[in-house]
């Protein structure tokens, strides 16, 4: 079975896209720029955009170029499940752009260990797109793991990033900030 990890609505009862009042699972932005939230553990909720209270933010996105981008949630809301049952990892959400797509792992964590669990999440994502590309079929792809409580750690992560590509073919950034700007958009 094919998994679309940017349908719309996501399909799931309890998701973003089939409550009222909440915030969507999908959503088109042209701003210069505005902030990628996820509620703290045990939440139910996928990631979300917000523009007016950037205490919240666990990453910000930058775009002076004001470039169509859309937003698409993905964990908590497209059903990504082993041959066991369980969840599969996959990242909290994704950027698209006309030349590009953002896979992005939100953590507000000090505590070690989470730049590994964001990669594997990251990678997983990676690897169920290439095998299910769909309707997005971005020429570059990008990988951000974006931690609240360490917004920059790139000296200490190079061979991890190293190791990421070398997997992947995907450059990892670990950032808090996503520029999308013409020069960068590929």
């Known amino acids: 079975m094919a998994i679309d990890l940017f349908a719309?609505?996501?399909?799931?009862?309890?998701?973003n896209c089939n409550k009222?009042?909440?915030?969507?699972?999908?959503e088109a932005r042209s701003d210069a720029g505005f902030g990628i939230c996820d509620d703290p553990p045990p939440?139910?909720?996928?990631?979300?955009?917000?523009?007016?209270?950037?205490?919240?933010w666990v990453a910000t996105v930058q775009n002076p170029d004001n470039i169509d981008i859309t937003f698409k949630a993905i964990?908590?809301?497209?059903?990504?499940?082993?041959?066991?049952?369980?969840?599969?990892?996959?990242?909290?959400?994704?950027?698209?752009t006309s030349r590009s797509l953002v896979f992005i792992e939100?953590?507000?964590?000090?505590?070690?260990?989470?730049?590994?669990?964001?990669?594997?999440?990251?990678?997983?994502?990676?690897?169920?797109?290439?095998?299910?590309?769909?309707?997005?079929?971005?020429?570059?792809?990008?990988?951000?793991?974006?931690?609240?409580?360490?917004?920059?750690?790139q000296v200490q992560v190079k061979s991890q990033a190293q190791d990421f590509f070398t997997t992947t073919g995907v450059v990892l950034k670990v950032e808090s900030v996503i520029s999308i700007s013409r020069a960068n958009d590929g």
């Open 43 to 56: 939440s139910t909720t996928p990631a979300y955009i917000d523009i007016s209270n950037p205490g919240s």
């Open 106 to 153: 939100l953590k507000d964590r000090h505590s070690g260990g989470w730049l590994s669990h964001a990669m594997k999440q990251l990678e997983t994502t990676i690897n169920i797109h290439r095998a299910n590309p769909g309707i997005v079929t971005s020429p570059v792809l990008k990988a951000y793991a974006c931690n609240k409580q360490r917004p920059s750690l």
């Open 20 to 26: 009222s009042g909440s915030h969507p699972c999908k």
């Open 75 to 96: 964990d908590k809301c497209v059903e990504l499940m082993r041959p066991d049952g369980s969840d599969e990892f996959r990242c909290d959400c994704a950027l698209i």
């Open 8 to 15: 719309y609505p996501c399909g799931k009862l309890d998701g």
